[in-house]
């Protein structure tokens, strides 16, 4: 009996989406009009379409008022998207689920955001005021296959569930470094890993996607079926449709060797050319890999250093450890740890709760570009009126060689012989009556940035889109060639710009 009304629930359900489909696709006839476009634009239609989508989709809507909406909304990385009110928010449970509400969606020319790990430092790139929230946190199925030599990641699952799920069988991916952090928007934008010096981007070892196109069909994309989709899609940060999950290939380990080193402010030259030698390295030593962080924090007005450093190979520190451990440092926590543990360490130093501000910038990896930026963002520092929790922080990672050969994505980031090194920038804040200053002082110091590095012929063109600003354009990075390419295929999948007029939230080809 139970099965039985069961049964009548889900067909039941099943034939309402259909006739929704159907009655939505006639109505997106009328879409091209102009008064209808415009009484789309308006709050209530998008409130109508959230009530029709409840019926649809019966308990998996979620409106201002109920719980999850609010506890969701909390967990966005910053502040401004989190603040962002869409009208409902909706939770897949599979592909079909996101494929029906592509098709409606558009169907009533409803905009839309989608969102994975909800960690993007950019407003509106994965939450929306006026249109719905597609919160793809429930596909976060973790799946060994091919013999335990690959594995299926949902797109809505975080690193540490992701590690979390290999551990028991010895097994690791080629993932991100922390711990909350989205597997979705994470690979579609790149994905800088500990891994990176032997298989590059994350985005490059991937083996397949399933995903939903602007267009609805719904694709397993991989070298051999959709090539193009395939390609276009490592790098593009959902502008080639809705990833649900991604197929990588495991990698035997158990433990890493790695942690954070911190030194005092004097010692920064001796840290850059540790860098520096780190990132040459790389050539005899792939599994070794680190980064520099430095930053200003209001609370302590105190300026803060460290390197993070991880050698994948096994729970033993690498000789390139060495340089940075000679230098005197304040403190250390290197130590033999799992992967998710790593995770999880750079994790905690991530702190919710902030509004934020981010970009990007890609230059040559040598100490005196190093040190003319670091001696830019400390006037620019210096000259900034911080609240009493706010924050600055600026991270120099080296792109090096073997990373950027490895390339199989849109990217143009060259691999020419030398390594490069790829710089983020953050502000992070509390009041929100500061957004204007703080936003424009982010892109002063961007433009202060650019032109000294112009000038010292330093600056080089590649984007990297997870750690984009809004008023950056990853796409501009790459080149006419490959932009002529990504245009043709946009063409094949998104023939009518669905995804501009729909997703306003993110780049477009
Ligand atoms: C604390 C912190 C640590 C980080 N560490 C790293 C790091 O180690 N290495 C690194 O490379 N980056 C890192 N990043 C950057 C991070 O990878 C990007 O911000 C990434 O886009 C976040 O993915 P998400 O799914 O959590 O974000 P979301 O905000 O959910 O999504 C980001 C973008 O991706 C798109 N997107 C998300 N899911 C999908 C999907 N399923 N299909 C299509 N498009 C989708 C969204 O539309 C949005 O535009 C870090 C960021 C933070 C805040």
Same mark, same amino acid.
């Given at each position: 009996?139970?099965?039985?009304?069961?049964?009548?629930?889900?067909?039941?359900?099943?034939?309402?989406?259909?006739?929704?489909?159907?009655?939505? +696709?006639?109505? #997106?006839?009328?879409?091209?009009?102009?008064?209808?476009?415009?009484?789309?634009?308006?709050?209530?239609?998008?409130?109508?379409?959230?009530?029709?989508?409840?019926?649809?989709? /019966?308990?998996?809507?979620?409106?201002?008022?109920?719980?999850?909406?609010?506890?969701?909304?909390?967990?966005? %990385?910053?502040?401004?998207?989190?603040?962002?009110?869409?009208?409902?928010?909706?939770?897949?449970?599979?592909?079909?689920?996101?494929?029906?509400?592509?098709?409606?969606?558009?169907?009533?020319?409803?905009?839309?955001?989608?969102?994975?790990?909800?960690?993007?430092?950019?407003?509106?790139?994965?939450?929306?005021?006026?249109?719905?929230?597609?919160?793809? #946190?429930?596909? +976060?199925?973790?799946?060994?296959?091919?013999?335990?030599?690959?594995?299926?990641?949902?797109?809505?699952?975080?690193?540490?569930?992701?590690?979390?799920?290999?551990?028991?069988?010895?097994?690791?991916? #080629?993932?991100?470094?922390?711990?909350?952090?989205?597997?979705?928007?994470?690979?579609?934008?790149?994905?800088?890993?500990?891994?990176?010096?032997?298989?590059?981007?994350?985005?490059?070892?991937?083996?397949?996607?399933?995903?939903?196109?602007?267009?609805?069909?719904?694709?397993?994309?991989?070298?051999?079926?959709?090539?193009?989709?395939? %390609?276009?899609?490592?790098? +593009?940060?959902?502008?080639?449709?809705?990833?649900?999950?991604?197929?990588?290939?495991?990698?035997?380990?158990?433990?890493?060797?790695?942690?954070?080193?911190?030194?005092?402010?004097?010692?920064?030259?001796?840290?850059?050319?540790?860098?520096?030698?780190?990132?040459?390295?790389?050539?005899?030593?792939?599994?070794?890999?680190?980064?520099?962080?430095?930053? %200003?924090?209001?609370?302590?007005?105190?300026?803060?250093?460290? *390197?993070?450093?991880?050698?994948?190979?096994?729970?033993?520190? +690498?000789?390139?450890?060495?340089?940075?451990?000679?230098?005197?440092?304040?403190?250390?926590?290197?130590?033999?740890?799992?992967?998710?543990?790593?995770?999880?360490?750079?994790?905690?130093?991530?702190?919710?709760?902030?509004?934020?501000?981010?970009?990007?910038?890609?230059?040559?990896?040598?100490?005196?570009?190093?040190?003319?930026?670091?001696?830019?963002?400390?006037?620019?520092?210096?000259?900034?009126?911080?609240?009493?929790?706010?924050?600055?922080?600026?991270?120099?990672?080296?792109?090096?060689?073997?990373?950027?050969?490895?390339?199989?994505?849109?990217?143009?980031?060259?691999?020419?012989?030398?390594?490069?090194?790829?710089?983020?920038?953050?502000?992070?804040?509390?009041?929100?009556?500061?957004?204007?200053?703080?936003?424009?002082?982010?892109?002063?110091?961007?433009?202060?940035?650019?032109?000294?590095?112009?000038?010292?012929?330093?600056?080089?063109?590649?984007?990297? /889109?997870?750690?984009?600003?809004? %008023?950056?354009?990853?796409?501009?990075?790459?080149?006419?060639?490959?932009?002529?390419?990504?245009?043709?295929?946009?063409?094949?999948?998104? *023939?009518?710009?669905?995804?501009?007029?729909?997703?306003?939230?993110?780049?477009?080809?």
């Amino acid at each position: 009996m139970a099965t039985k009304s069961a049964y009548t629930y889900q067909s039941s359900v099943l034939t309402s989406r259909l006739w929704l489909v159907l009655v939505l +696709s006639t109505l #997106s006839l009328l879409a091209s009009t102009e008064d209808y476009q415009q009484l789309m634009k308006s709050e209530d239609v998008v409130e109508r379409a959230c009530i029709k989508l409840q019926q649809f989709f /019966p308990g998996q809507v979620f409106f201002p008022d109920d719980t999850l909406y609010k506890h969701a909304q909390s967990r966005y %990385w910053s502040t401004q998207q989190g603040e962002l009110q869409p009208p409902c928010r909706l939770l897949p449970k599979n592909a079909q689920d996101v494929h029906t509400a592509v098709l409606s969606l558009g169907a009533q020319n409803i905009s839309f955001a989608f969102a994975s790990g909800g960690h993007s430092s950019v407003t509106s790139a994965s939450n929306i005021a006026d249109g719905v929230a597609i919160d793809l #946190s429930s596909l +976060s199925d973790i799946e060994l296959v091919d013999d335990n030599n690959a594995a299926w990641l949902g797109v809505g699952a975080h690193w540490a569930d992701v590690y979390a799920a290999l551990e028991p069988s010895g097994l690791v991916v #080629s993932g991100g470094r922390v711990a909350d952090v989205g597997v979705g928007g994470y690979v579609l934008g790149g994905g800088f890993s500990w891994f990176a010096n032997q298989y590059g981007w994350t985005c490059d070892s991937a083996i397949e996607f399933e995903v939903i196109t602007p267009d609805a069909q719904h694709l397993h994309v991989n070298v051999d079926d959709h090539k193009d989709l395939f %390609w276009a899609l490592k790098g +593009s940060l959902g502008a080639f449709g809705v990833v649900i999950r991604i197929k990588v290939p495991t990698i035997r380990n158990r433990a890493v060797y790695g942690g954070a080193i911190s030194y005092s402010q004097e010692h920064m030259p001796v840290l850059f050319d540790a860098l520096v030698g780190l990132s040459k390295r790389a050539k005899d030593d792939l599994h070794t890999q680190g980064y520099v962080s430095f930053g %200003w924090s209001e609370k302590v007005r105190a300026m803060g250093t460290s *390197a993070y450093l991880v050698n994948t190979r096994s729970g033993e520190p +690498s000789a390139a450890f060495h340089t940075f451990q000679q230098i005197p440092h304040i403190g250390s926590s290197l130590r033999e740890m799992s992967l998710r543990e790593s995770a999880e360490e750079i994790g905690k130093s991530n702190l919710y709760g902030f509004r934020r501000s981010k970009f990007t910038l890609t230059t040559n990896c040598d100490a005196h570009t190093m040190q003319l930026m670091h001696r830019l963002c400390r006037q620019a520092n210096d000259a900034t009126q911080f609240g009493e929790e706010d924050m600055m922080g600026v991270t120099f990672q080296p792109l090096t060689v073997p990373h950027l050969q490895a390339q199989s994505n849109i990217f143009n980031a060259p691999a020419e012989g030398s390594p490069l090194l790829l710089v983020s920038v953050e502000v992070w804040w509390s009041d929100a009556s500061q957004d204007h200053y703080f936003e424009q002082r982010t892109q002063d110091l961007h433009s202060v940035l650019t032109a000294a590095l112009r000038r010292a012929n330093a600056l080089r063109a590649f984007v990297y /889109p997870n750690y984009a600003a809004r %008023w950056q354009n990853p796409f501009e990075g790459i080149g006419v060639e490959r932009t002529q390419k990504l245009v043709a295929i946009k063409q094949r999948y998104d *023939a009518k710009d669905i995804w501009r007029r729909l997703v306003p939230g993110i780049w477009h080809v």
